[in-house]
Antibody
């Protein structure tokens, strides 16, 4: 069974940095692209960033470009989101998700990590 | 950028009734339309991909249809566990975008 387990809640000040983690199990991690999606409180879903199987290609949304970086460690079956220069509008639940083989839709999701940016 | 508009925002129904949810795209997405279900406090769950293909373990009461710019998710007979928020997503153009969601409530 596929499992994606994320790190816990986080509170950070504006301008601060944070690294989110997502531990994968139950499948061959390096066979899949992986993605981060976020959801602001009471709002819809927003694609944030994704990374290819080998970790050599990454894409990110314009809203986080230059501030957030996605990475992975295939030896540890782990996905990361490095977040810098955090703003209040980055407050959201962040989900890691596995890309389906066909690409660009998500067939398994982590449980989510709440990131609160506040002073 | 392709914008997905879901309607209605809220659908108030009773168990056993039929639910029809709409997702309209601002330009054609072919058949690359996905539906997710999200319950309070939970992550989204994949329901339907490529317009009409049910994901693993999704009951047959869920079906998807449409093409181009107009898509529909139908729940033939609502079960109590189906009351949730439903999001559509397009993967035709990059970056991907999600619709604003439809809440199905009792």
């Amino acid at each position: 069974e596929v499992h994606l387990v994320q790190s816990g809640r986080n509170l950070v000040q504006p301008g601060g940095s944070l690294r989110l983690s997502c531990a994968a199990s139950g499948f061959t991690f390096n066979d899949y692209w992986m993605t981060w999606v976020r959801q602001a409180p009471g709002k819809g879903l927003e694609w944030v960033a994704n990374i290819n199987r080998g970790g050599t290609v990454q894409y990110s949304a314009d809203s986080v470009k230059g501030r957030f970086t996605v990475s992975r460690d295939n030896a540890r079956n782990s996905l990361y989101l490095h977040m810098t220069s955090l703003r209040a509008e980055d407050t959201a639940v962040y989900y890691c998700a596995r890309d389906a083989v066909a690409g660009r839709y998500y067939d398994s999701w982590g449980q989510g990590t709440l990131v609160t940016v506040s002073s | 950028e392709i914008v997905l508009t879901q309607s209605p925002a809220t659908l108030s129904l009773s168990p056993g009734e039929r639910a029809t949810l709409s997702c309209r795209a601002s330009q054609s997405v072919g058949n690359y339309l996905t539906w997710y279900q999200q319950k309070p406090g939970q992550a989204p769950r994949l329901l339907i991909y490529d317009t009409s293909r049910r994901a693993t373990d999704i009951p047959a009461r869920f079906s998807g249809s449409g093409s181009g710019t107009d898509f529909t998710l139908t729940i033939s007979s609502l079960e109590p566990e189906d009351f949730a928020v439903y999001f559509c997503q397009q993967r035709s153009n990059w970056p991907t975008h999600f619709g604003g969601g439809t809440r199905v409530e009792i």
